[in-house]
């Protein structure tokens, strides 16, 4: 149940377009941190290209499952990678 309440909390924080736009700018620095291109992180995180591109230019907005995934391969918390906070782990 407690699951439930937190997905669903926070896919409402993804939907928003501030939150939105945080997650898309983090996840396009880090990757470029990382020295990654869009299709090698894509093949690291398990997504399309396509799918990656369209997360960058705020196309699609990712569900939960995928904010956590990708927060993982680029080591650091969902949390961050969605705007909650500042810190990155």
Sequence with gaps: MITIIICS???EI???DYYREIFIKRLKELRLERGLTIGEFANKVGFSKSSVG?????NRVPDIIVAG???DVLDVSADYLIGGNNART
């Design 9 to 11: 909390a926070l896919w």
């Design 14 to 16: 993804m939907t928003r």
């Design 54 to 58: 369209y997360y960058e230019s705020q």
């Design 69 to 71: 995934e990708t927060a």
